[in-house]
């Protein structure tokens, strides 16, 4: 089991400093600005109104709740696991002093055993790909989820192995808040029909 262990930090190191390369102030730039949350707020008012155009206020405000709501938790799960397993960032391992491209100076918080970020965009876009069901916006939005995770390997302060299993985490609690989503809107639905006895005599 140790040996198992061993290999796959050994995998994971390797391929981290295969894809944290330095690739010059124009990557720098972009993957730090595609890395920070508030980047994203024009794109999470469109994915709103989106929702809005298609289910009307109310549902859209209870959808934008769900989401944020499956977003904080897996955020959540996400911290739990950096704080309980307190797997080294790359960019605070010893062991990969010097090896490891950073943008501005930036290294993260200490641990960072399952990515936030991979976390909550991931939960986002499978959300929003299942309420539309057209595989160009699942594309859409799983490479905007990719993008934002992979700016954090670029950035030095996560591991391939933690975008994975942030990505995990996103898809749980992401699917999660689009059935419950769902399960209301059927419900809500039922109610407003008339029953067959209210149309006799």
Same mark, same amino acid.
């Given at each position: 089991?140790?040996? @198992?262990?061993?290999?796959?930090? =050994?995998?994971?190191?390797?391929?981290? +400093?295969?894809?944290?390369?330095?690739?010059?102030?124009?990557?720098?730039?972009?993957?730090?600005?595609?890395?920070?949350?508030? =980047?994203?707020?024009?794109?999470? !008012?469109?994915?709103?109104?989106?929702?809005?155009?298609?289910?009307?206020?109310?549902?859209?405000?209870?959808?934008?709740?769900? !989401?944020?709501?499956?977003?904080?938790?897996?955020?959540?799960?996400?911290? !739990?696991?950096?704080?309980?397993?307190?797997?080294?960032?790359? =960019?605070?391992?010893?062991?990969?002093?010097?090896?490891?491209?950073? @943008?501005?100076?930036?290294?993260?918080?200490? $641990?960072?055993?399952?990515?936030?970020?991979?976390?909550?965009?991931?939960?986002?876009?499978?959300?929003?790909? +299942?309420?539309?069901?057209?595989?160009?916006?699942?594309?859409?939005?799983?490479?905007?989820?990719?993008?934002?995770?992979?700016?954090?390997? $670029? +950035?030095?302060?996560?591991?391939?192995?933690?975008?994975?299993?942030?990505?995990?985490?996103? +898809?749980?609690?992401?699917?999660?808040?689009?059935? !419950?989503?769902?399960?209301?809107?059927?419900?809500?639905?039922?109610?407003?029909?008339?029953?067959?006895?209210?149309?006799?005599?």
């Amino acid at each position: 089991m140790e040996t @198992v262990i061993e290999w796959w930090r =050994t995998a994971d190191r390797a391929i981290f +400093l295969a894809l944290n390369g330095d690739g010059g102030a124009f990557a720098d730039g972009f993957f730090w600005t595609m890395s920070h949350i508030y =980047t994203w707020i024009p794109f999470y !008012i469109f994915l709103g109104w989106m929702l809005y155009r298609r289910f009307g206020w109310r549902k859209m405000l209870l959808a934008v709740a769900l !989401i944020g709501l499956g977003v904080i938790v897996a955020d959540q799960v996400a911290n !739990i696991f950096k704080y309980g397993v307190g797997k080294l960032r790359p =960019t605070h391992n010893p062991a990969l002093e010097g090896l490891v491209h950073t @943008v501005r100076g930036y290294r993260g918080g200490l $641990y960072g055993t399952v990515s936030a970020h991979a976390a909550s965009s991931v939960a986002i876009a499978l959300f929003i790909s +299942l309420i539309y069901r057209r595989w160009w916006i699942a594309v859409g939005m799983f490479a905007w989820a990719a993008v934002v995770s992979y700016s954090r390997i $670029y +950035l030095g302060v996560h591991y391939p192995a933690d975008i994975f299993f942030g990505t995990i985490d996103g +898809l749980f609690w992401g699917w999660l808040s689009w059935w !419950i989503f769902m399960l209301i809107l059927q419900k809500t639905e039922k109610l407003r029909r008339p029953r067959a006895t209210d149309n006799c005599g």
